[in-house]
C-alpha cells in the first residue's frame, strides 16, 4: 500500500492548470501526512471520489479533524484500503502569453467598404478563479490538465465573442486602429463572462492587429491616393484613369481600346483643369504622322517622290455598327470583369464591382436615336425612389455631376430616379465608353446609399 507522508506539487512548466497526487489515480493516504501547498496554489482533498475540503497556501497536517475516518485506513482488513484519496493541486497563479487569432476570415459589414473579410491576432491571460468549477467542468478525472490542452477551446470562445462584438460595435475598419484599445477593454468585459463558466477569469485581453484581405487594402491604397477622399470627382478621375491605362494595356495601339486611350487623355485634362490642350499632339491609332526634322521634304512631297500609299488612314475611325458595339461592350466586361447580360434585342445589363465593396447595375442601350436619326447609346444606372416633389433637387445636382444627367424613368416596380448618359454611337469609342460607366455606376451608387441607406438594391 502506498503511504505519502509528505504531499506537495511543484510546477517546473508554470502550464499546469490541475496536477493529481498522485498523477496515476488515489492512494491511502496515511494519518498525520504532511499537506505542503505552494503560495501560488489551492488543494482540494477528494475521499472516496467526493471534494471533502479545500486548502489554501501553507502546511496541513491531515488528522481525523479535517479527514473523516482516516484512521481506518491503516486497519482495514482489505488487500487495497477502500477508503481512497488524492490532492487536486490548483495553478492559481495568471498564464501570460496566451495567443489567439482567427483560423478563418471573419465575415463582418463595414460601414464604407461594405462586406469585408478580416483577420486579426493577439494575447490574453488568464487565471484560475474557481478551482472546484473548473475540476468539474473541464478536468474531470484527468492526472493533469495544462494550458496547451485548453487553449484551442479560448481561442474559438474569443473569435465568437469579438466576432459579435466587432459586428455590434458599428465601428469601421478604418478607425479601429485609433480605438484599439476600447476594442480590447470591451472584448474583456465580454468575454469575461464566457471564461467565468469554466471557473477562470480572464485578466488581460489584447488586439494586436485587425487587417482586411489585399482587395481591400488595394481599395484603401487607392483612396490615400487622392488629396480629398469623399470627393466625387477626384475619385471619378482616379477610376478614370485607372481604366484608361488597363484599356490601353489590354487593346494595344491599333485597337479600339488604343484609339480611345489616345483621344481621352487631353478631354479629361481639359474638362478637369480648363486648360486647352492641343488634340492633334495626342497618338492616334493608325495614323503614322511625325513632326518635321530639320530640311526634311513635306509630307505631300515625300509621297508623291516615293509613290507610296497615303499616310493618311482612317480605316479605324469609320462609325460602327451595331454588331461592332455589341463586340466592343463584350470585350469592356471581359477586361473589366462586368458581369454582362442581355435583357433584350441591342439592350444588356452590366453588374460593375465598386472599390468600396459594392456593386452597381449599368444598362446599355443599343438601338436608340435622336430627332436626326443619329444613333445614340444609351448608359444608364437606377439610384432608387425618391420624393415626388423633388424634381428641383434633382436639378440642382445635375450642376454636380461628372458625366451623365439625372432624370427619372418609369420600372416595373414604379418610377425611380436613375443617372444617365447618351453618346453619339459613330463618334464614341471602347475608352470613353469604359470612362462613363466607372462614372456613371459610382456616382449612382453615391445617390444609391444616401437615399436608401447601406442597402445595395440597383
Not at 487593346?251 to 481639359?270: A, R, T, Y
Amino acid at each position: 500500500m502506498l503511504r505519502l507522508e509528505v504531499i506537495d506539487y511543484i510546477d517546473q512548466s508554470n502550464q499546469s492548470l490541475v496536477a493529481r497526487v498522485p498523477e496515476a489515480g488515489t492512494a491511502a493516504i496515511q494519518y498525520g501526512a504532511q499537506l505542503i501547498v505552494q503560495q501560488s496554489q489551492e488543494a482540494i482533498f477528494f475521499r472516496d471520489g467526493r471534494a471533502m475540503d479545500s486548502f489554501g497556501p501553507g502546511r496541513v497536517t491531515l488528522t481525523t479533524a479535517n479527514i473523516p475516518v482516516i484512521g481506518r485506513i491503516l486497519t482495514a482488513p482489505f488487500e487495497k484500503s477502500p477508503f481512497q484519496a488524492c490532492v487536486y493541486f490548483i495553478g492559481k497563479q495568471t498564464f501570460i502569453d496566451q495567443r489567439w487569432g482567427t483560423r478563418n476570415p471573419i465575415t463582418l459589414r463595414d460601414p464604407q467598404f461594405g462586406i469585408v473579410r478580416m483577420r486579426g491576432y493577439g494575447k490574453f491571460a488568464y487565471r484560475v478563479a474557481d478551482g472546484a468549477l473548473l475540476l468539474n467542468t473541464i478536468v474531470g478525472t484527468q492526472g493533469k490538465f495544462t494550458t496547451d490542452e485548453i487553449l484551442n477551446y479560448l481561442r474559438d470562445v474569443i473569435v465568437a465573442g469579438l466576432t459579435d462584438l466587432l459586428a455590434t460595435s458599428g465601428i469601421g475598419l478604418l478607425d479601429m486602429p485609433a480605438r484599439m484599445d476600447d476594442l480590447s477593454n470591451a472584448a474583456r468585459v465580454k468575454l469575461g463572462d464566457q471564461f467565468s463558466k469554466y471557473g477562470l477569469e480572464l485578466t488581460e485581453f489584447f488586439i494586436s492587429n485587425i487587417s482586411p484581405p489585399e482587395e481591400v487594402q488595394k481599395a484603401i491604397d487607392a483612396r490615400s491616393s487622392m488629396a480629398v477622399l469623399g470627393d466625387m470627382r477626384s475619385y471619378t478621375m482616379y477610376a478614370t484613369g485607372n481604366a484608361i491605362q488597363a484599356a490601353g494595356n489590354a487593346g494595344g495601339v491599333g485597337s479600339p481600346l488604343g484609339f480611345g486611350l489616345g483621344m481621352m487623355l487631353p478631354q479629361i485634362l481639359q474638362q478637369q483643369q480648363a486648360m486647352p490642350i492641343p488634340v492633334s499632339l495626342a497618338p492616334v491609332a493608325g495614323v503614322g504622322i511625325a513632326p518635321p526634322v530639320g530640311n526634311a521634304p513635306s509630307v505631300a512631297n515625300a509621297a508623291s517622290a516615293t509613290n507610296a500609299p497615303p499616310f493618311l488612314d482612317f480605316s479605324s475611325a469609320k462609325p460602327a455598327s451595331s454588331g461592332d458595339l455589341t463586340t466592343m461592350i463584350e470585350r469592356l466586361a471581359k477586361q473589366f470583369c462586368w458581369t454582362l447580360e442581355e435583357t433584350e434585342k441591342d439592350c444588356y445589363s452590366a453588374i460593375v464591382s465598386l472599390a468600396s465593396a459594392r456593386r452597381q447595375k449599368v444598362y446599355f442601350e443599343l438601338d436608340r436615336k435622336d430627332h436626326d436619326g443619329n444613333r445614340v447609346i444609351g448608359i444608364w444606372s437606377a439610384c432608387g425612389t425618391i420624393n415626388p416633389s423633388a424634381a428641383m433637387t434633382v436639378l440642382r445636382n445635375n450642376d454636380s455631376v461628372v458625366h451623365g444627367a439625372f432624370a427619372i424613368r418609369r420600372l416595373p416596380d414604379g418610377e425611380v430616379l436613375v443617372l444617365r448618359a447618351n453618346l453619339m454611337a459613330d463618334l464614341t469609342d471602347a475608352g470613353e465608353i469604359a470612362k462613363i460607366v466607372s462614372a456613371i455606376a459610382w456616382q449612382a451608387d453615391q445617390v444609391e446609399q444616401q437615399l436608401s441607406g447601406s442597402a445595395d438594391q440597383f
